[in-house]
């Protein structure tokens, strides 16, 4: 699977961005679909997911309520949409997908989330 990030940019505080994430294979719609964001300084850290049926959810605390993840199997892409962005949103965005929900989930002895495919991210910056 190859996973192409886009949708990032310069947005102000309280705005909304919608991130998409376009993916090649064969193995997409059989996938569970994330989201990660790493901020300059800082671990990479989970954002969102989705299972391969889009019928489970799960997201960080950081951002319950104000983000919404679904993908369309049919068009191979993921999306993220975000609300009500803050400051401390800013980072870097990475899709990632992987066969394993449970992968988004925990990290592994080394600190690192064993996902198999990662995007390349888009940067999402929010003005105060």
């Known amino acids: 699977v190859q996973l192409q990030a886009s949708g990032g940019g310069l947005v102000q505080a309280g705005g909304s961005l919608r991130l998409s994430c376009a993916a090649s294979?064969?193995?997409?719609?059989?996938?569970?679909l994330g989201w990660f964001r790493q901020a300059p300084g800082k671990e990479r850290e989970f954002v969102a997911v989705i299972n391969w049926l889009g019928g489970n959810t799960y997201y960080a605390d950081s951002l319950e309520g104000r983000a919404t993840i679904s993908r369309d199997n049919a068009k191979n892409t993921a999306y993220l949409q975000m609300n009500s962005l803050e400051p401390e949103d800013s980072a870097v965005y990475y899709c990632?997908?992987?066969?394993?929900?449970?992968?988004?989930?925990?990290?592994?002895?080394?600190?690192?989330?064993?996902?198999?495919?990662w995007g390349k991210g888009t940067q999402v910056t929010v003005s105060s």
């Open positions: 990632a997908a992987d066969a394993n929900y449970s992968h988004f989930l925990k990290t592994n002895d080394r600190g690192a989330y064993d996902i198999d495919y």
């Open positions: 294979g064969r193995t997409f719609s059989s996938s569970s």
